[in-house]
């Protein structure tokens, strides 16, 4: 890839991203698939400075010096990155903590971001002293303190006296959390090349170069095996590709530093016959 093409790989590297990068991590991730030195540091600040869509913000509330770039609003970062923060936690964060992690520049975005997070049960919302947030639904049983269990102990006693079966304060647990729908996986539901091709034009329609990163159809495949009760088989997902590459239906476009991608996305590489392994693929008709 040639070095002019170095703001249009910025641009893609950002709309693809939800989230702003640091000059580091843009370098890091340029060079995956430009090269060292067709994506040193003062090139890629240099490149930054000629995109008038690309913001600077900081970020990162203990070095507000640091600047993070991005083509998204600030509230659609901030929705990102409350739902990122949650779903990464080891346990459920106080509302509070929360709001402290945001950066200043963000801090106003926070109440709206957080209230269209719950409302399409992104986020859910634990009521405590101190509310918690959390990334799957509550159950009936996490608002229930000790107290109010002990209450319940004693009312399973005074039923079961006039009940002609007994109830156990379990099954009253159970009965108030809820029977969660069983969800039948669709045995039907198979990795094809017209769903390859489908999840490819919408997602080129995004990049100016018309590769696309296998990372990115790698979500678009999770994404499907979940709406159809799967789970994604990295193997499967490979083996397709490969296939495809090796009857030359597809062309794929090699990474020079492997190395330098994070490890799920070395996991998605592709060997080619000669060179590096293949990170970005097309159709080699496009019809």
């Known amino acids: 890839m040639p070095t002019a ?27 995956a698939v430009m090269g060292a030195k067709s994506a040193k540091k003062e090139m890629v600040l240099a490149a930054l400075a000629g995109l008038t869509s690309v913001r600077a913000l900081p970020m990162n509330p203990r070095k507000l010096a640091e600047l993070s770039y991005t083509l998204h609003q600030d509230a659609a970062i901030t929705a990102h990155l409350l739902e990122h923060w949650v779903r990464s936690a080891k346990k459920p964060l106080k509302l509070p903590d929360l709001r402290k992690k945001l950066a200043p520049v963000l801090q106003a975005q926070f109440d709206a971001a957080f209230e269209s997070l719950v409302s399409q049960r992104r986020l859910f919302l634990l009521p405590k002293a101190v509310p918690l947030v959390l990334a799957t639904r509550p159950s009936a049983r996490d608002l229930i303190d000790m107290a109010m269990l002990r209450r319940l102990r004693l009312l399973v006693q005074q039923v079961n006296a006039v009940r002609s079966s007994e109830l156990t304060l379990e099954g009253l647990l159970e009965w108030l959390d809820g029977a969660p729908p069983v969800v039948v996986a669709d045995s039907s539901a198979e990795l094809t090349p017209e769903l390859l091709r489908e999840w490819y034009e919408a997602d080129a329609r995004r990049s100016s170069t018309r590769m696309v990163p296998l990372p990115q159809t790698w ?53 080619l016959a000669i060179g590096p392994p293949g990170f970005a693929w097309s159709w080699a008709s496009l019809s």
């Open 219 to 271: 979500a678009q495949y999770s994404a499907w095996t979940a709406a159809h009760a799967q789970v994604p088989d990295l193997q499967r997902f490979r083996s397709m590709i490969e296939r495809l590459y090796n009857e030359g239906q597809i062309w794929l476009e090699p990474c020079e530093y492997p190395q330098d991608l994070p490890e799920e996305e070395r996991a998605l590489l592709v060997p």
């Open 5 to 31: 093409d170095l703001p249009s790989a910025l641009l893609d590297l950002l709309n693809q991203s939800p989230l702003p990068l640091t000059l580091a991590e843009l370098v890091k991730r340029i060079r």
